[in-house]
């Protein structure tokens, strides 16, 4: 820099002012911030992402420690393959590629590293919106920020704003519409509203990491450490030597207080917590295993759960996640349970959390995303338009990326057509979503641009198995296990299975299927019989007459017999899954995991959890007849993930390099091929603590090679992690067919596309 010498000045002097002038401004640069940004960024939309701390991700950094999460719920409900797509999915698998380890300092760079790729983005770390001007009562002008790293104040001047602060400083400032805290049940006619007992706002909480020294280390509280006793503390008794960062997501307090203006004493509340905790661990005898352990990290800042919630042009209520209301305007899904905390936290009496698991996915609409009296003014984050109740379900963090992607969506073609958000065209928003990857439970969305769907789609194979074949694992039958099969409209199959038992006995099966569309409860008992066993091995035969009424997934369950053993396959595949039987609906444990009962407004149903890689392998079987549900149309489908069937083209595990082949009768000018794969949707991909057993997906393909009608390849792709390829010509293809032709996928599962887009 210039050196350079000011004299004393008699006037106050002023710090360094910018202005910015942009098309969008992006308060608050958590996930759903972030991919906000990355999504409007990418519709060409120059964008400024204001983020008041050092780095991207918010609950989700290094800073707080959480994983991210969404509707998957750790694999703990009956969603199936309900992992969040588009950005979300770009991000974990990349995470799991880059961070096997999970460690939550390179879920930072992650974050970095995809704004810092977009050039439309400007980034204003450690900048902090301050206050906002408004053109008339309904009309943000500008937001002012301050960044005291480099004693510069900022004012931002857009025609569109997304408050994604979490708190919603610029809707408050703005005089947006809000509510803080639980309502009553006759607000919203909500059966689940907590009463005063219970407390209106979820509380903060703040982590700490352990490490083994090697030797005897001493702990010294602090003077502020509180005086922890475990007779106060329910949920200390859980605690073991290993837990770390979010798996102590109970030392929780602040749901009593004002989670905005009582954010710093909250965040010494729980300091005095933490230190209080880990003196009792170090110094009070009941760990004495705990003799080598010193605290390695101690977060600085709480996550918080819970602050304002501003008011869009609907409100999403508990009945709307229950029910899984169908929305006109469906952007994303929530899947998570309706998740609430006592607002006294770790010293309530109350169970420490209440989850209410739901039977499926619940849509949510894009106007509970802008506010209803702020009109250019969108809701990002936990600022959503949503009830107490229905904000437990929707706050998560995976839930809220995808909504974010959304909202850089519906800002883009805001900026196009130059109206405001409450005018965005939803057929439009929905289309360019569903391009992107993004699933919208109970929503179909034709493109018309598309000419695959005018093609003639044909496959050098297709998967038709009528056995998952033997392995070498056998499983008891201590639960109950389900296994998920898509079969054709009629008769049911008869299945050959290969048992053991220690006895004489008989076992019941069952055939279900789900009663709700696009759900995977299997709730719906079509058929049950017992069959007898011999001891030591057999293959008895399950042979029950009862009919499917229509093409889709259907369940065969075999019930609880700790006598008898089944055996497993090693056969994986797109559309296949077994499930374990985890328990009826119950009200109330130690853990909180549970389902409601029927007085607070939930549903009944029992629960079926799959197990995770290496685990979770298939049943062994044999059929009379072959799977369906794998054919080469399913490339041409608008459900680009397994709902009520496959929905993908599987190719015949047995050939080396399966083709799928799109022909048209006529020249077609080819500009753009875009191919969904299968990235698992159904394992989840927490960022940090959980290992996993792979870097990349096993199911998604390796390798791929695009060739036209002359059989010429044309593009290829090799080294593959992700789940959206997309192939661009610098010049118009012309040619009346494209074939795929795979050359390899990352794992020993059978090739599978669930769609192809094609565009000129």
């Known amino acids: ?175 947006a519409a809000f509510r803080m805290g639980a309502e009553a049940k006759d607000v919203f006619d909500e059966p689940l509203a907590p009463d005063e007992s219970f407390g209106s706002l979820l509380g903060d909480s703040i982590y700490f990491y352990t490490k083994d020294a090697g030797r005897p280390v001493p702990f010294v509280p602090p003077s502020f450490a509180a005086e922890i006793k475990p007779e106060d503390i329910r949920m200390l008794q859980f605690y073991q030597l290993e837990n770390q960062g979010c798996q102590l997501w109970w030392m929780e307090t602040g749901g009593r207080y004002d989670t905005v203006h009582d954010a710093e004493r909250i965040k010494w509340d729980l300091w005095k917590i933490v230190y209080g905790i880990w003196n009792y661990v170090k110094n009070s005898g009941a760990y004495p295993d705990a003799a080598n352990l010193t605290l390695e990290w101690v977060g600085k800042i709480p996550g918080k759960r819970e602050s304002r919630r501003f008011e869009g042009a609907t409100m999403v209520r ?69 009830s107490h109740i229905a904000f437990g379900s929707a706050r998560v963090m995976c839930t809220l990326g995808m909504l974010g992607e959304a909202l850089g969506c519906a800002a883009a073609l805001c900026h196009r057509a130059q109206v405001l958000p409450a005018a965005v065209e939803t057929k439009e928003l929905q289309l360019a979503l569903t391009r992107r990857g993004i699933h919208l439970p109970q929503t179909v969305v034709e493109d018309p641009e598309d000419l695959a769907q005018t093609a003639n789609v044909t496959a050098s194979s297709t998967w038709q198995p009528n056995e998952l074949p033997n392995g070498s694992d056998w499983l008891p039958l201590d639960r109950a296990q389900a296994q998920i099969l898509p079969l054709s409209a009629g008769p049911l199959p008869r299945v050959t299975l290969s048992c053991r038992s220690e006895a004489d006995t008989t076992l019941t099966v069952e055939w279900r299927v789900a009663s709700r569309a696009e759900s995977q409860t299997p709730d719906q008992l079509l058929v049950e019989e017992e069959i007898t066993l011999s001891a ?142 299968d990235p698992d949707w159904d394992h989840p991909l927490e960022t940090v603590l959980r290992r996993h057993p792979e870097r990349i997906q096993p199911s998604l393909i390796q390798e791929l090679e695009v060739l036209d009608e002359t059989g010429q390849v044309i593009a290829s792709f090799s080294d593959n992690r992700s789940t959206v390829v997309e192939v661009a010509f610098p010049k118009p293809v012309s040619t009346k067919q494209l074939t795929l032709r795979v050359k390899q996928v990352n794992g020993d599962w059978p090739a599978a596309i669930f769609g192809v887009r094609v565009y000129a």
Not at 19 to 25: E, G, K, N, S
Request: with cysteine; charged share 20%.
């Open 1 to 175: 820099m210039t050196i350079y010498h000011e004299p004393a000045s008699a006037q106050p002097r002023e710090i360094k002012h910018v202005t910015l002038q942009t098309d969008y401004a992006v308060i608050g640069g958590g996930i759903a911030g972030t991919v906000n940004a990355i999504s409007a960024a990418r519709e060409g939309l120059q964008v400024v992402l204001v983020q008041d701390r050092p780095v991207l991700g918010g609950n989700g950094s290094s800073e707080v420690r959480l994983w991210w999460l969404g509707a998957t719920h750790h694999g703990l409900t009956n969603n199936r393959w309900a992992r969040e797509g588009g950005i979300v999915d770009e991000l974990l698998l990349e995470n799991l590629y880059q961070n096997p380890e999970g460690n939550p300092e390179f879920v930072d760079v992650l974050m970095l590293d995809a704004v810092h790729r977009e050039p439309n983005i400007t980034l204003l770390l450690n900048t902090a919106a301050d206050g906002v001007t408004k053109s008339d009562a309904e009309t943000i002008e500008s937001v002012t920020a301050y960044c005291a790293q480099n004693s510069t104040r900022y004012t931002i001047n857009a025609p569109l704003f997304c408050d994604a602060s979490g708190d919603g400083v610029v809707g408050f400032l703005a005089g």
């Open 318 to 386: 508990q009945q709307d996640v229950v029910e899984a209301t169908p929305q006109p305007d469906t952007v994303g899904y929530a899947g998570w349970s309706i998740d609430l905390h006592p607002a006294d936290g770790l010293y309530s009496k109350h169970t420490s959390a209440t989850q209410y698991l739901m039977r499926s996915l619940w849509p949510i609409p894009y106007r509970a995303l802008y506010s209803r009296n702020i009109h250019n003014l969108f809701l990002g984050g936990r600022t959503l338009s949503a």
């Open 536 to 677: 030591g091995e057999s293959q008895p035969v399950v042979n029950l007459e009862g009919q499917l009424p229509q093409d889709g997934f259907a369940y065969l369950i075999l019930r609880e017999n700790p006598q008898v053993a089944v055996n497993l396959s090693e056969q994986r595949a797109t559309g296949l899954q077994r499930l374990l039987h985890r328990g009826e609906q119950r009200k109330g444990d130690s853990h909180g995991m549970h389902l409601a009962a029927l007085e607070v407004g939930c549903e009944a149903f029992e629960l079926w959890f799959p197990e995770r890689r290496p685990k979770g392998k298939n049943l062994a079987l044999h059929l009379d007849r072959p799977l369906a549900g794998f054919a080469a149309e399913n490339v041409q489908g608008q459900l680009l993930r397994p709902c009520d069937e496959p929905n993908a083209w599987v190719a015949d595990p047995a050939e080396v390099e399966p083709e799928l082949s799109l022909c048209w009768k006529e020249v077609q000018q080819i500009q753009r091929v875009r191919i969904s794969l």
